[in-house]
C-alpha cells in the first residue's frame, strides 16, 4: 500500500469504529498515491494541430511500456534464480501497466557487477556471502551507498554432489571438482568454502548439466550447486544411480558469512533415505536495486515494482511458485546493507497496519481504561499522541 499525506483517508479494515477513532489523523500513511504522472508526449505527427482520431498512439505506448517495464538478472535454469524470475513475471506482469523482463545470467557474481555498472539492468538476485567478497576486496568499489536490498528471499543452501564412494570433503583434496561456470556465484562460494577449509581441489569450470555428466563418466568426482532447496536439477538424480550428497560441517572458519543448513528425505527423496538429514551450509539470498536518487525515474519504477510485489507476497507462497519463497519474511534485515527507501517505507507503513488490526489494540485502550467514547472527544494532538504510544507499545509487546 502506497504513501499519501491526505489526513482525511483514514481507514482500518476490520476495527470497531470507536477505535479506529483514536487514530483518524495518522491512516493518511496507508492510503494511496498514483506512482507516475500522467502527461505523455504525443506521438510523431501528432501535432496541437493534428485532426488525425484514429489509429495507434504509438508514442503513448512506447512511453508507458518504458516506464513500467523493469528488468532482472536472475541465474541458469534450472535453478533457483531462474524459477524467482519467472515466478515474479507471471504473478506481477500486468500488460503494459508493470512488466518484468527476467534475464539469464552467470549468476550471483555477476549479478552485482551488472545492477552496479550495466545501463539497464534494475534488479537482481544475490546470495549475503558475495557481498561480502565485495565489500572486503573493494574491486568494483564501496558498495554501502551503491547497493541496496529489496527483501530477503531465503536461504540458499549448498550441494556438494558427488559418486556414492566418496563420504566426505577431505576425500575431495586434490581431486577434479566442478565449481559451476567461470565468473559464477557459485565458483566464488566453493573457492571460499574449500579456502577457509583449508582444502586444495582441482577447480573445474563448467555448467551444471555438464558438470553432471562429467560426473557420472567418472571425469570428475563432485560438482557443487548453490541453489534453494529442493534444487530441481538435484531432485532428479538417484542414489541407485551411484549418486550421493556429502554433508559439510558448519565450523567457526564459515561462520561470517554462512549459515547452518540441512538437507531432508522431503527435499531429495530419491537421494536420502526416510528419517534421514544430511547437514550442509547455506547462504541468505537477497533481491536488490541500484540506490538511485528518490526523485529519479528508475527509483519511481522500482518503487512501484515494490508495492505491486510486497501487497502480493501472499501469492508467492502459493503453487505453483516455488517453495522458498515460504521463507520470504519482508521484515527481515541484512546486515550491512541498506533497504530501498520505498521498501522501508510499506513495511513500515503496512506494519502499522497490521498493528493496528491486530488483537493488542483493544488490549491498549483497556489497559488504560480508555474508551470509543473518550478517543471521539479527544483532540487531534492527544490522538496523534495516543497513536505513537499504541505502535510504541505493540512493537515491544510483540
Not at 153 to 169: A, G, P
Not at 374 to 385: A, G, I, L, P, Y
Request: glycine share 8%; charged share 20%.
Amino acid at each position: 500500500m502506497a504513501n499519501s499525506s491526505n489526513p482525511a483517508k483514514w481507514h482500518f479494515p476490520g476495527v470497531s469504529a470507536a477505535a479506529a477513532g483514536v487514530f483518524i489523523l495518522a491512516a493518511n500513511l496507508l492510503s494511496y498515491q498514483p506512482l507516475y504522472a500522467q502527461s505523455r508526449p504525443l506521438a510523431a505527427g501528432q501535432g496541437a494541430g493534428t485532426a488525425r482520431t484514429a489509429g495507434p498512439q504509438l508514442g503513448n505506448l512506447a512511453e508507458r511500456m518504458n516506464a513500467n517495464t523493469l528488468t532482472i538478472v536472475t541465474g541458469s535454469p534450472p535453478l533457483a534464480y531462474s524459477v524467482f524470475g519467472y515466478d515474479l513475471a507471471a504473478v506481477l506482469n500486468n500488460g503494459d501497466e508493470l512488466r518484468i523482463l527476467p534475464i539469464v545470467s552467470q549468476g550471483a557474481f555477476q549479478n552485482v557487477r551488472d545492477v552496479r555498472f550495466l545501463r539497464g539492468v534494475d534488479l537482481g538476485f544475490a546470495q549475503t556471502n558475495i557481498l561480502g567478497h565485495y565489500r572486503r576486496t573493494g574491486e568494483i568499489g564501496d558498495l554501502r551507498d551503491k547497493i541496496v536490498y529489496i527483501v530477503k528471499v531465503c536461504n540458499e543452501e549448498i550441494h556438494f554432489v558427488v559418486r556414492s564412494d566418496i563420504t566426505s570433503l577431505e576425500q575431495l583434496r586434490g581431486k577434479k571438482v566442478n565449481f559451476n561456470t567461470a565468473g559464477s556465484g557459485t565458483q566464488l562460494t566453493v573457492r571460499d568454502i574449500f579456502g577457509r577449509l583449508g582444502i586444495a581441489v582441482d577447480e573445474v569450470n563448467l555448467g551444471q548439466v555438464d558438470g553432471l555428466e562429467k560426473l557420472k563418466n567418472g571425469e570428475i568426482v563432485a560438482t557443487v550447486m548453490t541453489s534453494g532447496k529442493p534444487a530441481p536439477v538435484v531432485a532428479s538424480l538417484k542414489a541407485s544411480d551411484g549418486y550421493r550428497i556429502v554433508p559439510v560441517a558448519y565450523t567457526q572458519s564459515l561462520v561470517d558469512d554462512y549459515l547452518p543448513s540441512a538437507l531432508t528425505h522431503e527435499d531429495y527423496p530419491n537421494l536420502i533415505a526416510p528419517g534421514q538429514s544430511i547437514d550442509t551450509i547455506a547462504s541468505g539470498t537477497i533481491l536488490f536495486a541500484y540506490n538511485w536518487p528518490r526523485n529519479s525515474d528508475r527509483y519511481r519504477r522500482i518503487e512501484k515494482f515494490v508495492n505491486a510485489f510486497f501487497s502480493r507476497i501472499d501469492e508467492f507462497q502459493k503453487l505453483p511458485r516455488h517453495p522458498k519463497w515460504h521463507e520470504t519474511n519482508l521484515t527481515a534485515t541484512i546486515p550491512g546493507l541498506k533497504r530501498f527507501e520505498a521498501a522501508e517505507e510499506w513495511i513500515r507503513n503496512n506494519d502499522d497496519e497490521r498493528l493496528l488490526n491486530g488483537p493488542g489494540l483493544q488490549q491498549f485502550l483497556a489497559d488504560r481504561g480508555i474508551s470509543g467514547a473518550r478517543t471521539n472527544s479527544m483532540s487531534e494532538n492527544d490522538r496523534n499522541q495516543l497513536f505513537q504510544d499504541f505502535v510504541k507499545w505493540a512493537r515491544e509487546h510483540r
